[in-house]
């Protein structure tokens, strides 16, 4: 259930989604607020889960991690008990950024970062296609990134 919150807070949200690493000082400047009023928004927003966590996001290709594949996974049953040992299972595999449970023709979709084709090749042959329940395994690798951001948009 989503949380009520007013445009400070709005304000306050989005720049933090652009900068996680603005001072209070800049911040309450940016949106209007004295110091400590923005402070308590900030805490308030953290303590209601609307903050998630400040992270360092790098860039992908400078660590060496030069392609995005997209994985299609159909498992043999979709029973509970194989659902939940494949996605406790894709938690231990570093490769994976992100993994969700679809509706259609496959049932879940992995977004994996690798250094080249080959590093690709170890994943699928030593983790993913022996992941639990695995029945099928399809890739896709990103030829190019259009757009990728971490902020959500805020109405």
């Not at 360092?56 to 029973?79: C, M, N, P, S, Y």
């Amino acid at each position: 259930m989503p949380i009520k919150i007013d445009n400070f807070d709005k304000q306050i949200l989005s720049i933090l989604q652009r900068d996680g690493r603005i001072s209070n000082v800049e911040l309450a400047d940016a949106v209007h607020l004295s110091e400590s009023a923005c402070l308590r928004r900030v805490r308030a927003l953290e303590d209601d889960g609307l903050i998630d966590s400040f992270v360092a996001l790098l860039d992908q290709k400078k660590v060496g991690l030069t392609d995005t594949v997209f994985v299609h996974i159909v498992l043999k049953r979709e029973e509970k008990s194989e659902l939940v040992a494949f996605e406790e299972a894709v938690k231990n595999i570093p490769e994976i950024l992100e993994c969700y449970l679809m509706t259609g023709e496959f049932d879940y979709l992995l977004h994996l970062v690798v250094a080249n084709m080959a590093d690709f090749e170890r994943l699928h042959n030593e983790s993913l296609t022996q992941l639990p329940g695995v029945s099928r395994v399809n890739s896709s690798f990103a030829i190019r990134t259009v757009q990728k951001t971490t902020e959500l948009p805020l109405s």
